[in-house]
């Protein structure tokens, strides 16, 4: 137990996610101290930047984290592929992992809905942006009404889709759609993503579509289950809000003239280093120190007992 | 008086019909498998080598944010390629929406040729597509869609990106109707000048120059053409297959379409099941003219009717916040927006 009473804590990845995460622990660090940022490319802006802020830094990957035993929560901002090995590797040196990946090695998590179920893991996977954004909204209308349908739009900047979304395009829309099932408790989930090159570039907008199984539902419940998971959401990324208010239309479907429950969200980044119109990558971020941050409540309340 | 000079060394270009694909927006996605059948069948009688089938949106379409296909997608792929003798059976793929799960069933059930769509700045979100659909043993058209957004050396640039993942073809698509001949010539010429495979131009009417348009890319070179019959496509629709093929005909370019069948499979087959006649009416210009997407027509009709706004503002303002192929969910978006900014309190449906 080190002895300022905080969990340390270590991220892989020096690109893009990985320095956004960096700045957004350092803004609002809770219970976790930063001690170590590891990449591969000894060129990388990211290592500079955390550098150039005292923050320790080495060019050994995995290795540098596993080398330090205080170390016991990992962000893994690197890819999925490499996620599946850093994975073992953290299980074996007793660290928890929180994967920023579309690895998916670990149970999928969206902090206000089921974290809860998760403190102890030792490898939780954050889905995709899309997940972040919406599956919370999914989740707000199937806990007062079940929910037969959910499909969601996520609209993103060109920008701020790198090429690992770009080349696996296919992965984001069926791991997002089986999260909108898993953990927004939809019977059945679809997901779709578009890509948006105007300049200057939009901020990043979701649509939740919901049709509720049941006929017999009552709006006014739907929109405060709603508007309070907004509130949930916004106390750990502050520009998540619904750009109207819930809106009840009616559609033809595969079953008939039905309710569509439509919810307009936009994200908008806090700019802590990535621009504010990539609330995709805001998104991931600040649930990635909104996990880190739970596990090490949970882990100095598991020690002090 | 000037002689008329006609266009020297134009060949006779591969036309695509894509009634059953494009013509599913102005279906509302309610094609039966009977009127599948049916109109492959007639197309083929009258030599059209090529039918594209799937959701207007591409495989996977079918949903809320599109519209839902009365019959899945992949089962009237299948109706087509049951009755065809000669014609090939092309589906669309548009990366984002559908995935390379529904590619591989496509080809399980008879599809021989994929075509992979993206907005035209995104031609790298489609690699993987074009990797399956090669390794598929799949001929390959790439659509380049909303192609009056960009200059044609950024179209060339993009086609190029799809050329090195494998597309046999490189379609410059006019998603919005919004290009002038000119323009269409243009694109197609500068992706003839940059590609080693072949180009294609995919018209839609709203500007009612969908045939004129495909006219001026066969001139500029263009390898294959896409139409409908009765332009039955969205927006205003497209190119009509009957159409396209009496000009070709009298241009000395006629790749072996029979244009009376044609004539007769859009009056007396299609006509009849028809929803309604795409045309350029008010709403349709509108898109022409605002430059939006042709699919958003009969999506912003119906929530502009519903929140009491002029679909034409909707169109408008969709086109100033550079809406791309796809985007139907700001329609309500948009729709909402202006209701507030009329004072109204906010729509609670």
């Known amino acids: 137990m080190p002895g300022n009473g905080r969990v340390k804590v270590a991220i892989l990845g020096s690109g893009n996610i990985g320095t956004d995460l960096m700045y957004k622990i350092l803004k609002n660090p809770g219970p976790m101290e930063l001690v170590l940022v590891a990449g591969i490319d000894p060129n990388s802006e990211g290592l500079a930047r955390a550098r150039s802020l005292g923050i320790r830094t080495s060019v050994e990957g995995i290795r540098a984290v596993l080398e330090d035993p205080e170390i016991r929560i990992v962000f893994d901002a690197t890819s999925a592929k490499a996620h599946v090995r850093h994975a073992k590797l953290l299980r074996e040196a007793g660290k928890a992992a929180v994967d920023l990946t579309p690895a998916a090695v670990g149970p999928y998590v969206v902090p206000p809905v089921n974290f809860g179920e998760h403190v102890d893991a030792p490898n939780v996977n954050l889905i995709t942006c899309g997940g972040q954004a919406t599956i919370p909204l999914v989740y707000a209308v199937s806990r007062v009404t079940p929910v037969q349908y959910a499909e969601i739009v996520s609209t993103v900047a060109s920008r701020s889709a790198g090429p690992g979304t770009r080349q696996n395009i296919d992965e984001f829309t069926s791991t997002t759609a089986r999260g909108l099932e898993v953990l927004g408790k939809a019977a059945k989930g679809k997901a779709i993503i578009i890509l948006n090159p105007a300049e200057p570039p939009i901020i990043m907008r979701n649509t939740i579509y919901c049709i509720p199984a049941s006929e017999d539902l009552d709006p006014q419940t739907i929109r405060e289950s709603v508007e309070q998971m907004v509130a949930e959401v916004q106390r750990y990324v502050p520009g998540y809000r619904l750009k109207n208010p819930v809106h009840f239309d009616r559609r033809e479907t595969p079953w008939g003239e039905r309710t569509v429950i439509a919810m307009l969200l936009e994200i908008e980044g806090a700019g802590d280093f990535l621009p504010p119109y990539a609330g995709n990558l805001d998104i991931m971020t600040s649930a990635a120190r909104r996990v880190g941050e739970l596990m090490a409540q949970h882990m100095l309340a598991r020690v002090t007992v | ?349």
């Open chain 2, 1 to 349: 008086m000037s002689p008329v000079t006609e266009p020297r060394d134009l060949k006779p270009p591969r036309v695509t019909d894509t009634t059953l694909r494009d013509g599913s927006h102005a279906f509302r996605h309610q094609f039966t498998r009977e009127q599948v059948r049916k109109l492959a069948a007639a197309l083929d009688e009258a030599g059209v080598p090529v039918i594209e089938v799937s959701h207007g949106d591409g495989l996977a379409g079918s949903s809320i944010q599109y519209g839902f296909s009365r019959v899945p997608d992949l089962d009237l792929v299948e109706e087509a390629a049951s009755v065809v003798q000669r014609a090939r059976i092309a589906v669309l793929l548009l990366p984002g929406i559908g995935t390379r799960h529904e590619l591989k069933e496509a080809v399980r059930r008879g599809a021989t040729i994929a075509r992979i769509a993206t907005q035209c700045t995104e031609a790298d979100i489609s690699e993987q597509h074009f990797g399956l659909a090669k390794e598929l043993g799949m001929e390959t058209v790439g659509f380049l869609m909303m192609a009056h957004m960009r200059p044609p050396e950024v179209l060339a640039e993009q086609a190029l990106l799809m050329e090195s993942y494998g597309a046999d073809c490189v379609y410059v698509v006019d998603s919005a109707g919004a290009m002038l001949p000119w323009q269409a010539a243009a694109a197609v010429r500068a992706l003839k000048q940059a590609l080693r495979v072949q180009v294609g131009f995919h018209a839609h009417n709203n500007l009612g120059l969908a045939i004129g348009n495909t006219l001026a890319a066969i001139e500029a070179g263009a390898d294959q053409v896409d139409s409908c019959l009765r332009g039955c496509g969205a927006g205003a629709g497209n190119a009509a297959t009957e159409v396209l093929a009496a000009v070709l005909d009298k241009a000395g370019i006629n790749p072996g379409l029979d244009v009376f069948r044609l004539m007769d499979a859009a009056e007396f087959l299609l006509a009849p099941m028809m929803p309604f006649q795409p045309f350029p009416d008010r709403d349709a210009v509108t898109i022409g003219y605002a430059g939006v997407y042709s699919t958003f027509l009969l999506h912003a009709r119906r929530i502009g009717e519903r929140l009491g706004i002029d679909p034409r503002e909707i169109l408008v303002e969709l086109g100033r916040r550079k809406a791309v192929a796809g985007q139907e969910d700001w329609i309500l978006d948009v729709a909402l927006d202006l209701v507030r900014a009329r004072g109204e309190a906010p729509v609670r449906g």
